[in-house]
């Protein structure tokens, strides 16, 4: 079986360092191949492709831009009569891609908006959604590029986010029908919502484009105190031979680099 791949999310890893571009020279430095990041649009361009190319990683995730985070956005995917701003975000997304060379993004679905009840506008949302995923698919696929649309969980993290099963992915991907928009399988989230781990692992693997883990419920480093047993979830990945990337998207109990003794150990046990 082949090891498994891992990037490091430099949103949540090495904060120690103010900057994206020296956080990709220190993810390389400790040993990652490959980062992910969620929002890059404050950086310079040039100089993050600077450190990319310095560092030797590949950029393998980003994110769409939030919207107006203090507003309450967090992605405007799904967002009733916001699809124009979705579309110059996805332009944005797309410029920062091309440039980095990375080729997946991540489309982020949104939230309810405030002052609605989910089941009043879900079908609403559900069909901005796969308009928008339509229209995405068909701008990425010139490109190359892969996009990724993930469950956030309603229970602890986002309450009125409108994507938060595995379930209600795999519906939408059915109702969007192109090849290149797949399903990122955040595993914190998909253990709060719905649990069943194994079996939902199996049975979406097909539509899995990208990976991420952290542990239950402290979203800390896998092998921390919680609910989860990594090294059985990795096994099996690796059985079901999962060839994607795994985004290490925790936040460190002490500094990252103390908290990485988790992958060497994996890598030294997949040897």
């Given at each position: ?28 430095a ?19 492709l600077?450190?990319?190319e ?5 950029l ?6 939030p919207?107006?985070?203090k507003?309450?956005d ?30 997946r993004?991540?489309?982020?679905a ?10 009043a ?13 339509k ?38 991907l059915?109702?969007v ?6 399903l ?33 419920p402290g ?15 990795f ?7 999962y060839?994607?990337?795994i ?5 460190p109990?002490g500094?990252?680099q103390?908290?990485l003794?988790w ?9």
């Open positions: 079986m082949a090891p498994l791949k891992f990037c490091a999310n430099i949103s949540w890893l090495f904060t120690e360092l103010p900057d994206f571009h020296l956080r990709i020279s220190a993810a390389a400790a040993g990652f191949q490959a980062v992910e990041a969620a929002w890059l649009y404050e950086s310079d361009l040039e100089q993050l600077r450190a990319r310095a560092a030797g990683v590949e393998v995730l980003i994110n769409t831009p919207g107006d985070i507003g309450g967090l992605g405007l995917g799904a967002v009733p009569g916001r699809e124009a701003e979705f579309r110059q975000g996805l332009d944005l997304a797309l410029k920062y891609a091309r440039a980095l060379e990375c080729k993004i991540h489309l982020m949104g939230r309810v908006p405030m002052g609605s009840q989910r089941k506008v879900a079908k609403e949302m559900e069909a901005v959604f796969v308009q928008n995923l229209y995405a698919a068909d701008i990425l696929s010139k490109e190359g590029i892969m996009g990724l649309i993930e469950p956030i969980n309603t229970r602890i993290t986002d309450p009125r986010y409108f994507l938060d099963s595995p379930h209600q992915a795999a519906e939408i059915e109702k029908g192109k090849p290149n928009i797949k990122q399988m955040d595993v914190f989230h998909w253990q709060i919502m719905d649990g069943n781990l194994t079996q939902n692992i199996q049975k979406y693997l097909p539509l899995i484009g990208h990976v991420q883990v952290a542990q239950v979203r800390n480093e896998p092998d921390s105190a919680g609910e989860l047993d990594y090294r059985y979830l096994n099996t990945l690796e059985r079901l031979q060839q994607g990337y985004g290490c998207e925790y936040k109990l500094s990252t103390e908290g003794g992958i060497r150990d994996y890598c030294t046990h997949s040897e």
